[in-house]
């Protein structure tokens, strides 16, 4: 599993300011050794989405001697001074983002004096894309053919010379939209939601690609890698190619499949928008119930599915050119449904969860089931969560723990949370994420040296299905605000997870089957996927797909037990062992008892280890916040179902002290007894010696 960090390195007490990162160090190189770092995220080379030559400048600029002597360097410097000590660095393209900058520039503009933050000096003027588009700047700048030979041209045969004009993202009264989470609200620069569904968009994108990769990045990530879906919030998009490539799908379907409101209207001439606003809808108020709507969001997700993959294909394709293989990623924004599909088009799964909180295991399930077979790195989100209030407390010398509790618990659980360096806290606060370098490199150390401890696989008896069709709509008004207060309301029920916090809050390891619904992804579902579980539960499961009721079927003839609660899918097979729970009843979500058994307070996770061990990962919530420490928990009793029986036990703690365990029998349960639990221990069930 990759050590990720989150590397944006922007400055503290000041704005996060996108695209540009600041410049980079060679001492931030050592910092990352001592974090004993895989990989970098978020971590080279952002400012493509200001202007191409500011990209090369980022890559290769020249710095200067007063710089040099505290040892900055250009990206490419400090890409290569990563890889000596074997860490890679990811290129950070952001996609969704297109910038305009005031300036201060000399009288014969051939100087920049000040951009972004001003200072008074020179004249005024903007600058971005709309003036690298515009060869503005001739002076400053390469001349858009430069890049572009032929020129840009879009889907109507124009030329284009201005970039925004023509790539950013509509609503329905054709006003472009802001990326409104970037733009510092006391500034006066502007960032436009631009459209990959727009030819030309990608066009430049691949420019930024090409780039980034010249400048020796291992890989690229594409940020906002759901857009221009991510623009529903403002009640977009509709540009001209997404009404365009909206057209073209409906003309595509069945004429069965097309809603019955289309009746009499003419295809070839259809726009979405203008017919919308007709009827008195803005795709704003109730999206969901707006005609057509359920069309439209299946015809986004083709595109973007489709459009992501053009991009990774043509990363790789370039970087085989440079006789490389390159990492391709993106940023899978909390992982929802839209994502999934985009999934195998990636090598590393990147997520920035939704709401960080200081508790999440069954989250973090669910991301290890997303991922599945490849590496996934998590970050933390500023917004609807406890990262501006941890970050106090780590200021004033305290919340160790509780930082210590955010690592300790993806690892336990199946993924990776990146340590912070500098990392983003929104648009609004005036500061970056730091951890105590001490603390970040003593939680780094243990998970490195005990990296044989953590695995993919599980040997966890329950399963707990997630299904997209079933679940979206109840996510989406739980979850439904812009994504800079990430609020989430409470009182809208989500069984699904109702269930997974009940299992995760009783210390039940479970595991989580996503079963799309052929739309947002291809329905993969099959029983030998669920043959190894002694219970499955289906959390208002009410829609099931021809695929997923014939897995249902062969995993209950296969003898496995099925729960279910609230709805029931029609074409659920009916079978002696389909239960019915309550979706907070612990006990009857479990009809095979508890495979761990515990006293404590814990989440629990029973990981297959590569030489036939098991790994009971255990990590103790129980933060005191008088004392500002996780009680150190004494004489905690554990039964645990395994597969097979072991011979030894051995607990590892976080602090690195392994102790052995006097192992006994109840029944079909190993019992141990742990001395004391503090914020993150591993028992370790095994034969022979523990390597």
């Known amino acids: 599993m990759h050590r990720g960090v989150y590397f944006d390195a922007w400055f503290p007490r000041q704005h996060c300011y996108h695209p540009s990162l600041p410049p980079r160090r060679l001492r931030m190189v050592d910092d990352l050794v001592d974090f004993r770092a895989t990989v970098l995220v978020w971590a080279s080379m952002g400012g493509g989405s200001l202007a191409l030559p500011y990209l090369e400048q980022e890559a290769f600029g020249p710095v200067d001697a007063r710089s040099r002597f505290y040892g900055f360097v250009n990206d490419s410097e400090f890409i290569a001074a990563c890889h000596e000590r074997g860490i890679k660095v990811l290129g950070i393209v952001f996609e969704a983002q297109g910038w ?44 858009v053919e430069h890049y572009f030979p032929d020129g840009l041209v879009n889907s109507d045969g124009e030329p284009v010379t201005d970039l925004i004009e023509e790539c950013v993202v509509r609503d329905i009264h054709q006003q472009p939209c802001h990326a409104r989470w ?24 691949k420019a930024v690609i090409r780039i980034q990769l010249d400048a020796g990045v291992d890989g690229i990530q594409l940020d906002e890698a759901e857009l221009p879906m991510g623009a529903f919030q403002y009640g977009a998009c509709f540009c001209k190619d997404c009404m365009k490539g909206f057209r073209e799908y409906l003309e595509a379907l069945q004429p069965s499949r097309v809603d019955i409101a289309l009746d009499g209207v003419d295809l070839a001439t259809f726009h979405y928008g203008e017919w919308l606003l007709e009827q008195g ?40 050119s440079l006789g490389r293989e390159i990492i391709v990623s993106g940023n899978f924004f909390n992982l929802e449904p839209m994502y999934l599909a985009l999934a195998d088009d990636v090598d590393l799964v990147i997520t920035e969860m939704r709401n960080t909180t200081y508790r999440q295991p069954e989250w973090y399930r669910y991301v290890a089931a997303f991922a599945g077979d490849k590496d996934v790195v998590v970050v933390e989100n500023p917004y609807g969560g406890v990262v501006p209030e941890l970050i106090g407390l780590l200021a004033e010398g305290k919340g160790h723990d509780l930082f210590r509790l955010s690592l300790y618990e993806a690892a336990a659980l199946g993924a ?15 500061d970056s994420f730091y951890a105590p370098h001490g603390l970040a490199t ?29 679940t979206r709509e109840l996510i989406g008004k739980a979850d439904a605000s812009d994504n800079i207060t990430n609020r989430r309301d409470e009182s ?13 809050g009783a210390a039940v390891p479970f595991d989580v089957v996503i079963w799309s619904d052929g739309i947002t992804a291809p329905d993969r579902a099959g029983a030998e996927a669920l043959a190894r579980y002694s219970t499955v539960v289906l959390p208002d499961v009410f829609a099931l797909t021809d695929a997923q009721a014939e897995a249902l079927r062969g995993y209950l003839a296969g003898g496995g037990t099925v729960v279910t609660t609230d709805r029931v899918a029609d074409n659920l097979p009916p ?9 907070a009843v612990l006990d009857e979500l479990l009809p095979h008892g508890r495979q761990v058994d515990t006293t404590a307070a814990v989440a629990a996770n029973l990981q297959q280890l590569p030489d036939g061990s098991v790994a009971l990962h255990l990590v103790n919530y129980d933060y005191d916040r008088d ?13 645990v179902r395994l597969p097979k029986d072991r011979e030894h036990a051995t607990v590892i703690s976080s602090d690195g002290v392994r102790t052995p365990l006097g192992l006994g029998r109840e029944g079909d349960a190993h019992v141990v007894r742990l001395d004391r639990l503090g914020v993150y221990s591993v028992v370790v069930f095994h034969d022979g010696e523990l390597s």
Request: charged content about 30%; hydrophobic content about 40%.
């Open 100 to 143: 305009e900058f005031p300036v201060e520039l000399s009288e014969a503009e051939d100087e920049v004096l000040a951009i972004n933050e001003l200072r008074g000096a020179g004249k005024r003027a903007w600058m971005g894309l709309r003036e690298f588009s515009a060869n503005r700047y001739p002076k400053l700048w390469k001349p």
């Open 182 to 205: 970037v733009e510092c609200p006391d500034r006066e620069h502007q960032c436009y939601y631009m459209d990959r569904n727009n030819p030309v968009w990608r066009e430049y994108l």
């Open 281 to 320: 809808y803005d795709f704003k108020e109730h999206r969901e119930s707006t005609p057509l709507f359920g069309d439209y969001y299946a015809f986004q997700c083709l595109a973007i599915k489709r459009y992501f993959g053009e991009l990774a294909d043509y990363a790789r394709e370039y970087g085989r």
């Open 416 to 430: 990776n949370m990146s340590v912070p360096y500098g990392s983003w806290m929104g648009s609004v606060i005036e």
């Open 442 to 470: 003593e939680v780094q150390a243990f998970l490195a040296d005990h990296e044989r401890l953590i695995a993919r696989q599980t040997v966890n008896e329950v399963a707990v299905v997630f299904s997209v069709e079933s």
């Open 492 to 504: 809208v029920v989500v069984p699904y997870r109702v269930v997974t916090q009940t299992l995760a």
């Open 575 to 583: 079978h002696e062992n389909v239960r019915t729970a309550h979706r």
């Open 627 to 639: 004392a500002d420490a996780v009680r150190v928990l004494t004489d905690v009793p554990l039964r």
